[in-house]
């Protein structure tokens, strides 16, 4: 019996603190597909200007790269608002850092290769999904199941920031009208959320 009640309350603190990550995921990705740089910039400074903006959720410097002709750009601005004013959000790039290691440019479309190094996020969230086991017994309501998986994870992260991620990524471009664009994957995704696609995607098929 403690063992089918270890699991379920591992299930239970698990997929409150999934909820809030693919959230945090959803996001990013959306960012992702409307941002790009302004005109007569080289993918290579496009792709550093964007990451370091992205280090610190600078919304006003990622709008700067933001298509404004897009029909989107409101949600987009939105998306990247929510991230901005989001404590997890913060957490998860506050150690992000990268280094360019080259780049190519071919007509309308560039490739820009660059490594990406994060706090190993994988590693955060099982510590934070062990802290949260005793809580599911705890009685607690949703919101407040939430905001302690909240507390869990930002704790997890700052403990472990020495334990780190690092992912080589291809980062494609394609010229806009006006701009580059920087075309989303997850690979990308991936990298700057120090491995937490590929561990939220574990983490589903287990679930599912």
Do not use: R
């Amino acid at each position: 019996m403690y063992i089918i009640s270890y699991h379920v309350a591992t299930i239970q603190g698990g997929m409150y603190m999934l909820k809030k990550i693919l959230a945090f995921l959803t996001t990013l990705v959306m960012v992702f597909a409307f941002v790009g740089c302004s005109g007569g910039e080289s993918p290579e400074t496009a792709v550093t200007n964007y990451l370091t903006a992205f280090q610190s959720l600078d919304l006003e410097t990622i709008d700067k790269y933001t298509n404004d002709t897009s029909e989107t750009t409101e949600t987009a601005d939105d998306a990247i608002s929510d991230l901005e004013n989001d404590e997890t959000g913060k957490a998860f790039v506050e150690n992000l850092t990268f280094e360019i290691l080259s780049s190519t440019e071919e007509d309308d479309t560039a490739t820009v290769k660059v490594s990406i190094t994060n706090v190993d996020m994988a590693n955060a969230m099982s510590k934070a999904i062990s802290e949260m086991i005793p809580l599911a017994f705890a009685g607690l309501s949703e919101e407040e199941l939430e905001q302690k998986s909240t507390e869990a994870m930002i704790s997890a992260i700052a403990n472990n920031k020495d334990t780190t991620y690092t992912k080589e990524v291809d980062i494609s471009l394609v010229k806009g009208e006006n701009n580059w664009l920087i075309v989303p994957d997850n690979d990308l995704a991936d990298a700057i959320t120090g491995g937490l696609v590929s561990y939220a995607e574990n983490i589903n098929e287990a679930f599912s």
